[in-house]
T-cell receptor, first 114, second 115 residues
């Protein structure tokens, strides 16, 4: 089985722009979670999608949004980029999105905001 | 709120020796799940081992084992016969069953393996 894939792997944007990141889960997995990783704040949960519905959301401003498609692929969007949005964005998938399941992570998208 | 604490920012070990990474957590739940993930320089998070809180037996996976002390809310990772490929950041993580994968991570421990 192919693992979780994320595109693009690297991205450079300027302040004020918006960006869209994509995540394709492992085949058969219906839950996709997104995390932001920064040196200062560590790994922080952004949101989780299951069957095209956002079920859970972390403590991030409304500039961070996401969606999930019927094939379980997910996108996250960050509007009006700020310097502090520079981070590694990781997505993870699991079958049903239950806490007892193991999450499998993608390789991440490294976003640099100038 | 559930929190995870890793008090060792950096650790080093000689190749072929044993090292233990510490993790403590805070929760009022009785049912939860604990994980150790490894993040090598490639940045891909890889599951090392997991532990269900309702199981008293400590999980093991080849050279990796945990010491799970539920009452003390402690979950340490022991790496035996350390190899150069074990060098990475190690993250301890927690989820509760209803959290829909809102996984809480510790700050991480950077492990260096010396040849």
């Amino acid at each position: 089985k192919a693992g979780v894939t994320q595109t693009p792997r690297y991205l450079i944007k300027t302040r004020g722009q918006q960006v869209t990141l994509s995540c394709s889960p492992i085949s058969g997995h219906r839950s996709v979670s997104w995390y932001q990783q920064t040196p200062g704040q560590g790994l922080q949960f952004l949101f989780e999608y299951f069957s095209e519905t956002q079920r859970n959301k972390g403590n991030f401003p409304g500039r961070f949004s996401g969606r999930q498609f019927s094939n379980s692929r997910s996108e996250m969007n960050v509007s009006t980029l700020e310097l502090g949005d520079s981070a590694l964005y990781l997505c993870a998938s699991s079958f049903m999105g239950q806490g007892r399941e193991t999450q499998y992570f993608g390789p991440g998208t490294r976003l640099l905001v100038l | 709120a559930q929190t995870v604490t890793q008090s060792q920012p950096e650790m080093s070990v000689q190749e072929a020796e044993t090292v233990t990474l510490s993790c403590t957590y805070d929760t009022s739940e009785s049912d939860y799940y604990l994980f150790w993930y490894k993040q090598p320089p490639s940045r891909q998070m890889i599951l090392v081992i997991r532990q269900e809180a309702y199981k008293q037996q400590n999980a093991t996976e080849n050279r990796f084992s945990v010491n799970f002390q539920k009452a003390a809310k402690s979950f340490s990772l022991k790496i035996s016969d350390s190899q150069l490929g074990d060098a990475a950041m190690y993250f301890c993580a927690y989820t509760a069953p209803y959290n829909n994968n809102d996984m809480r991570f510790g700050a991480g421990t950077r492990l260096t393996v010396k040849p």
